[in-house]
């Protein structure tokens, strides 16, 4: 069966991937319109997507390598679904603290807020709800930002929901770690699935390019930096 495919691109190459090394926390790379703990904390997140991609890269390498290590396969797919939920937390948290800061006077009156996840800013933007909050998340690049958030939610979902998550060696990339899921729309268990086939890479790149304009829009220092 010819099944619907989806695989992100960062729009540059893999090669321009660029670690952090700034791995303790900075006052200057903490959100400014975020304070406390939940700030340091979503900086954490951030940083511990990143210690799980290059754990999945180094049991990818043990995985490909002459001197094959059992287990290296499943040993990867767990640091990656352990980056995908720390990307998921870590904007979470960023969308949750921007709402509260863009909407403290509804947040007062409430107690509640309203838009608090990836999921719920992209319907938000759909139905043209919260602008402020849209604008500051989306800011000038919002195809491109909408696009990352898109494959984040359904990567995260699908994990969540645990529809036929692939274990088999057969489905891993030799070049570079890859993520497999299957979204099915609706959670119709007998519909068509969509494939998902994003290399890790990508998503980190996206991740870093997302995080760090946030950290922007809240007049915080780049974490990432990624090269162009």
């Given at each position: 069966m010819?099944?619907?495919?989806?695989?992100?691109?960062?729009?540059?190459?893999?090669?321009?991937?660029?670690?952090?090394?700034?791995?303790?926390?900075?006052?200057?790379?903490?959100?400014?319109?975020?304070?406390?703990?939940?700030?340091?904390?979503?900086?954490?997140?951030?940083?511990?997507?990143?210690?799980?991609?290059?754990?999945?890269?180094?049991?990818?390498?043990?995985?490909?390598?002459?001197?094959?290590?059992l287990?290296?396969?499943?040993?990867?797919?767990?640091?990656?679904?352990?980056?995908?939920?720390?990307?998921?937390?870590?904007?979470?948290?960023?969308?949750?603290?921007?709402y509260?800061?863009?909407?403290?006077?509804?947040?007062?009156?409430?107690?509640?807020?309203?838009?608090?996840?990836?999921?719920?800013?992209?319907?938000?933007?759909?139905?043209?709800?919260?602008?402020?909050?849209?604008?500051?998340?989306?800011?000038?690049?919002?195809?491109?930002?909408?696009?990352?958030?898109?494959?984040?939610?359904?990567?995260?979902?699908?994990?969540?929901?645990?529809?036929?998550?692939?274990?088999s060696?057969?489905?891993?990339?030799?070049?570079?770690?890859?993520?497999?899921?299957?979204?099915?729309?609706?959670?119709?268990?007998?519909?068509?699935?969509?494939?998902?086939?994003?290399?890790?890479?990508?998503?980190?790149?996206?991740?870093?390019?997302?995080?760090?304009?946030?950290?922007a829009?809240?007049?915080?220092?780049?974490?990432?930096?990624?090269?162009?």
């Open positions: 010819d099944l619907p495919k989806e695989n992100y691109d960062a729009g540059r190459p893999a090669s321009s991937y660029r670690p952090s090394h700034d791995l303790h926390v900075n006052i200057t790379n903490v959100p400014q319109t975020i304070r406390g703990v939940t700030g340091m904390a979503i900086v954490r997140y951030a940083l511990r997507a990143q210690a799980h991609y290059l754990a999945a890269e180094q049991h990818h390498r043990d995985a490909f390598s002459s001197t094959y290590k287990g290296a396969i499943q040993h990867m797919q767990d640091e990656l679904e352990l980056m995908i939920y720390c990307m998921r937390k870590s904007l979470d948290q960023f969308i949750q603290g921007i509260s800061s863009t909407y403290s006077k509804e947040l007062g009156e409430t107690g509640k807020v309203a838009v608090d996840s990836v999921g719920s800013v992209l319907n938000a933007r759909q139905k043209k709800t919260v602008p402020e909050l849209v604008r500051r998340v989306f800011g000038d690049d919002e195809g491109k930002i909408c696009r990352f958030l898109t494959i984040l939610n359904i990567v995260s979902n699908c994990y969540k929901h645990g529809y036929f998550l692939p274990d060696l057969a489905f891993a990339s030799p070049e570079r770690p890859n993520i497999v899921l299957f979204d099915i729309a609706n959670r119709a268990i007998l519909g068509t699935p969509t494939v998902h086939n994003h290399a890790a890479v990508h998503l980190m790149m996206g991740y870093q390019d997302v995080f760090d304009r946030l950290l829009e809240t007049g915080a220092r780049p974490l990432f930096s990624p090269a162009k």
